[in-house]
């Protein structure tokens, strides 16, 4: 078992940034993936970015340039520097943590961009 617990959501403006921190607990040696993903209403859950143990990084299109993720394997964390954030960036976002069978899903944290 797996437990997330994510933090750093909230209300920006337009343009402003952001920093999500999820920490993980549990199994970690089975985890080989954790990443972010986001629900805004209506839409699909979508990946953000993913990030693996080793450091390899991997990005929606949409986040390149704009999203950074990071992994501290020691801290058993991931974060997500969001920059430059649009009000069509505004969703649910979840940690993901990914093992052989299982995904595992924090909570969810809101992000709200508006003027």
């Known amino acids: 078992q797996v437990q997330l617990v994510e933090s750093g959501g909230g209300l920006v403006q337009p343009g402003g940034s952001l920093r999500l921190s999820c920490a993980a607990s549990?199994?970690?040696?089975?985890?080989?993936?954790m990443g972010w993903y986001r629900q805004a209403p209506g839409k699909q859950r979508e990946l953000v970015a993913a990030?693996?143990?080793?450091?390899?990084?991997t990005y929606a299109d949409f986040a390149k340039g704009q999203f950074t993720i990071s992994r501290d394997n020691a801290k058993n964390t991931v974060s997500l520097q969001m920059n430059s954030l649009k009000p069509e960036d505004t969703a649910v976002y979840y940690c993901?943590?990914?093992?052989?069978?299982?995904?595992?899903w924090g909570q969810g944290t809101q992000v709200t961009v508006s003027s």
């Open positions: 993901n943590a990914a093992t052989a069978g299982v995904n595992y």
């Open positions: 549990g199994s970690m040696f089975s985890i080989y993936l």
């Open positions: 990030a693996t143990s080793g450091g390899i990084t």
